[in-house]
């Protein structure tokens, strides 16, 4: 009995951790009373504490770093503005308003009050499990979210170098950002992981039922960290079907109903933030329009060319840009190579194999997304009175996903050479 | 002979690898604000108020209201002064206390004034005081 409740669990810990964490989330709209918050909370960090112990014996440098990762957030508070004025203090409502209907009652407009609630829901339930509320222990949640994509990508992984690269990512590109309790890190995380899943599923013929499940729950945590994942879970699956509808009707088709059940949870909190929220009185304006205003400032920035140059410099000078760039090229240079003659230009297969053109797809739809965001957003009244302000705080954080991309790109690239 | 300087090579990147990572964890920690008695009382409540505010002045301001047990106070304007002469509602002031002094609210219709200035408030009555922070009450 025992090894059979122990085998399940090693299989699907990972399925049982997103479902945990869903299952915490739906409660809050369900009941008033928060005891739940105990109950989940504490099967919720117990999933945890067994996925990084049962991957440990297997990879032993990566959850090292994560769990010095994991001190380090313990030991510091949130002081970056997104963290503590969005996510944390979003949480700190919920950790003391005793039901939904309250939650809007006090939310200055700059907390963003009708974004998803998804993570905040998850800091005030680790805040619960001590029973009172600091700025320290709450955002390990965001860490708690970050490990189960990062195990996921790297279990397939067969080559040590592979696992370095993906460390770099981990601390270089990422850095603060995985414990200071923004979600962008999230983003990307589950944005990868989900190419990762669909990829697998197309190459591996036999499919279980718990592949679908991760991929649902993908589209369904996606979508509820941030409206950028929305686009980013859009991106992808566009991308998907341009590549592999033809070849593979029948997934598909599958994966198309799965996309639009994982859809579901962010629509309905839409809905309530549209018509319940504010106390029933209904959020009029969400933030979403009040930064695009309609797009009534795109033409105006789009044929700005000192903002448009500045835009594109912020996007791809900077640090977290340049280093997957440095990755991505290093690794495709070794896919290219001139023939004896030197007459001719040759190029391996693997440049254009089907997970390879998902991520380019990926890349390349999600960043036009984006660039098409930023120019509408710009120039926002709500700003401060800076000049191109959000660019100039905000580009290499929304590319986040973007860098991650090229970096999967390449650890691809690296696994599908025989060594 | 080739396949050991191979082996080496490896090695040696193994441990570069590996120190860079070491350095990096301790950057992200110094950048983090990183403390270790935080850890160490990282279920006590309150516990890294004072490192993630960063401001002493609006840390007084959060500890007078929490000290005092104020359900609703306002902030005087001249608290509220920025370099870049933001509106009211962008300024790190307005922020950090609205989302540090929660569950207590602020309400611009508040007799209890907090304030820098405290000739502003003579005919008030002084609550408390902490550096140059004071507490009115104007009923």
Request: hydrophobic share 50%.
């Amino acid at each position: 009995m025992f090894l059979t409740v122990n085998k399940f669990l090693n299989k699907n810990i990972i399925n049982i951790f997103f479902f945990l964490v869903f299952m915490n989330y739906f409660s809050y709209f369900l009941f008033k009373e928060k005891l739940f918050f105990i109950f989940f909370g504490t099967l919720i960090v117990g999933s945890f504490i067994f996925m990084l112990l049962k991957h440990f014996q297997k990879n032993k440098l990566l959850i090292s770093v994560l769990l010095l990762l994991c001190f380090i957030s313990l030991s510091s508070p949130v002081s970056d503005w997104d963290g503590r004025s969005i996510w944390l203090f979003n949480a700190k409502i919920i950790f003391y308003v005793d039901n939904l209907k309250n939650y809007f009652s006090y939310s200055p407009y700059y907390s963003k009050p009708d974004y998803s609630i998804f993570v905040p829901i998850l800091s005030a339930t680790i805040a619960k499990l001590s029973g009172v509320w600091n700025e320290i222990l709450p955002k390990i949640s965001h860490f708690i979210l970050a490990v189960p994509p990062i195990i996921l990508l790297t279990k397939s992984f067969n080559k040590k170098i592979s696992l370095f690269i993906f460390i770099i990512l981990i601390l270089f590109v990422y850095e603060k950002r995985i414990i200071n309790g923004e979600v962008d890190v999230l983003l990307s995380l589950y944005s990868i992981s989900l190419i990762s899943l669909l990829s697998k599923l197309v190459n591996d013929k036999n499919h279980l039922l718990a592949d679908y499940t991760l991929i649902l729950f993908h589209v369904i945590f996606l979508t509820l960290l941030k409206m950028e994942g929305l686009a980013l879970a859009f991106c992808i699956f566009v991308s998907f079907y341009i590549i592999n509808l033809k070849s593979n009707k029948n997934l598909s088709l599958k994966l198309f109903f799965i996309f639009i059940l994982g859809y579901i949870p962010i629509f309905l909190w839409i809905l309530y933030t549209k018509y319940a929220g504010a106390a029933g009185g209904g959020i009029d304006i969400s933030t979403v329009q009040k930064m695009m205003s309609g797009g009534q400032r795109f033409f105006e920035n789009l044929f700005n060319l000192k903002f448009i140059l500045y835009l594109i410099s912020k996007i791809i000078i900077n640090k977290q840009m340049l280093i997957s760039l440095i990755i991505f090229i290093f690794v495709l240079s070794k896919y290219f190579y001139f023939n004896e003659n030197k007459k001719e230009l040759t190029i391996q297969n693997n440049l254009l194999k089907n997970d390879m053109l998902l991520c380019y797809l990926s890349i390349i739809s999600y960043t036009f997304v984006m660039m098409t965001i930023m120019i509408m957003v710009e120039a926002t009244p709500y700003d401060i009175q800076l000049q191109f302000w959000q660019t100039m705080t905000a580009s290499d954080r929304y590319f986040l996903p973007v860098h991650s991309m090229l970096i999967l790109c390449a650890i691809n690239l690296i696994e599908s050479k025989k060594s | 002979m080739q396949i050991k300087y191979k082996k080496i090579s490896f090695k040696l990147l193994y441990y570069l690898f590996l120190i860079a990572i070491i350095l990096q964890i301790i950057l992200i920690a110094h950048r983090s604000s990183f403390s270790i008695n935080n850890f160490f009382s990282f279920t006590k409540e309150g516990m890294g108020l004072k490192s993630g505010i960063k401001n002493k002045q609006i840390f007084n301001i959060v500890s007078l209201i929490k000290k005092n047990n104020i359900v609703e106070y306002n902030l005087s304007k001249e608290l509220y002064k920025s370099k870049h002469n933001q509106a009211k509602i962008h300024t790190k002031m307005f922020q950090r206390v609205v989302e540090a002094s929660y569950p207590s609210k602020l309400n611009t219709k508040s007799q209890i004034i907090l304030t820098s200035n405290k000739s502003q408030y003579v005919q008030c009555k002084e609550i408390d005081k902490i550096d140059n922070i004071y507490v009115f009450n104007c009923k």
